[in-house]
């Protein structure tokens, strides 16, 4: 597959045609989540509370630089709503592309409505105009018209302003404890939360608080949630080196995912919802089957002596579930796990892919070859080699997201 990494802070043309990066002080960024289908939008959540929208779709711009948009190296809008000054650490499109939904320190999961009309969501920037061509008069009376007031020298200004606007806040989790992490259903109407309460919780769009609370965690952080392609478990990620998957008509988890020798951070499904991955610091990427909970396989970079153990910032399947793009602090590695479950789980198959000295034994009738490994049998699915590594120039890379034609579209930050 392909891949297009952009950076936040050089995605915009200045007017003299230089780049010109977005950069105000004392402002992180602290999450960022690319916009489905296509990429043309990214929501960014800043340590100063406030959500910030990108718009990278340059010809719409341009049709909107009159009314006075934002030029590509300016957020398009900025959403406030969450209190307290602390930072907003998970923002998450739902599947329409239009509504957001972010996760603060404040212990509070807020909706947003990125394509409302007007500051709030009422009409902007309208005048009367009296005794024109479009007005008419009844007994004396002037009607007034939605048009800008015409003035010599004067620019045309637009009727409606798009502002973004805050529709629901959700709470649940305890007070005083911020949430981590937040997941839109595929089915659009519910979403998942994972707080630093020992919990996971599951909310509906139509209801402030929680429907289900999803406990047994033993570490107080739940780092990650994200949902199973059929809409009927959740998966979570947590500092106790387990991840867990939960049956959300019950509660109950029906999975327990062991193996990791420090905390995951981090927790994806395949798209056929068979396997699910999860990282954490140690930069190492663990696959699991989700039928039996056993661990299959495990994807390990190779480090030069001396080198600094990273970890893993963003992960995603493909939407044909063959590759596994994963960033680290200043790559993307790209692995092929189409033969992941038969890795670890078949001892034959490890065998016969762990190194360059592995052999392999080939029965013909009553006669057993033993051959070397060739090149093209050492890098077949399930080997422990990624298939490309893309270089980011030391760019923190915060999402990651494949479209359906596999464009691998990767999101940073310097």
């Given at each position: ?355 360059p000295s592995a052999t392999s034994s080939i029965s013909n009738g009553l006669q057993t070859l033993t051959n070397p490994l060739s090149e093209v049998e050492q890098a077949r699915p399930g080997t422990r080699a990624p298939t490309k590594v893309f270089q980011t120039n030391n760019v923190s890379v915060l999402d990651l997201k494949y479209t359906k034609r596999n464009l691998l579209l990767a999101v940073g930050d310097y």
């Amino acid at each position: 597959p392909s891949i297009l990494l952009g950076s936040l802070c050089s995605s915009c043309e200045a007017d003299a045609g230089a780049g010109a990066p977005w950069a105000e002080p004392n402002i992180g960024i602290t999450s960022a989540s690319i916009c489905p289908p296509d990429g043309r939008k990214v929501a960014v959540g800043c340590d100063d509370s406030a959500v910030r929208i990108f718009s990278l779709d340059r010809t719409s711009s341009k049709k909107n630089e009159g009314a006075g948009a934002a030029s590509l190296g300016e957020p398009s809008m900025v959403l406030l709503g969450h209190k307290n000054g602390f930072p907003v650490f998970d923002v998450d499109w739902t599947r329409n592309g239009r509504t957001l939904l972010s996760a603060g320190g404040d212990g509070t999961v807020r909706l947003w409505d990125t394509q409302a009309v007007g500051p709030y969501g009422r009409l902007s920037n309208v005048s009367q105009q009296k005794g024109s061509s479009s007005s008419s008069s009844s007994g004396g009376a002037t009607s007034a018209s939605l048009s800008t007031v015409e003035v010599p020298g004067s620019k045309a200004e637009p009727l409606v302003e798009v502002g973004g606007a805050a529709l629901a806040v959700y709470r649940g989790h305890a007070p005083g404890t911020p949430v981590w992490s937040v997941s839109s259903a595929p089915c659009g109407y519910y979403f998942a939360t994972a707080g630093s309460d020992y919990t996971a919780r599951i909310f509906a769009t139509d209801r402030c608080t929680s429907v289900r609370v999803l406990s047994g965690h033993v570490s107080p952080n739940v780092n990650c949630v994200t949902w199973h392609p059929n809409c009927n478990y959740v998966v979570t990620a947590s500092d106790d080196k387990t991840c867990r998957m939960w049956d959300i008509q019950t509660g109950r988890c029906v999975r327990l995912l062991s193996g990791s020798s420090r905390g995951l951070n981090l927790v994806r499904v395949s798209p056929s919802g068979r396997y699910a991955a999860g990282a954490g610091h140690d930069n190492v990427v663990r696959i699991w089957d989700l039928g039996n909970g056993r661990l299959v396989n495990e994807l390990r970079p190779e480090q030069s002596p001396g080198q600094v153990e990273g970890s893993v910032q963003s992960i995603a399947f493909s939407s044909c579930g063959a590759a596994l793009a994963v960033s680290g602090t200043n790559c993307v590695r790209i692995w092929d796990v189409r033969g992941a479950g038969n890795h670890l789980s078949n001892p034959d198959y490890f065998a016969a892919t762990r190194g360059p000295s592995a052999t392999s034994s080939i029965s013909n009738g009553l006669q057993t070859l033993t051959n070397p490994l060739s090149e093209v049998e050492q890098a077949r699915p399930g080997t422990r080699a990624p298939t490309k590594v893309f270089q980011t120039n030391n760019v923190s890379v915060l999402d990651l997201k494949y479209t359906k034609r596999n464009l691998l579209l990767a999101v940073g930050d310097y």
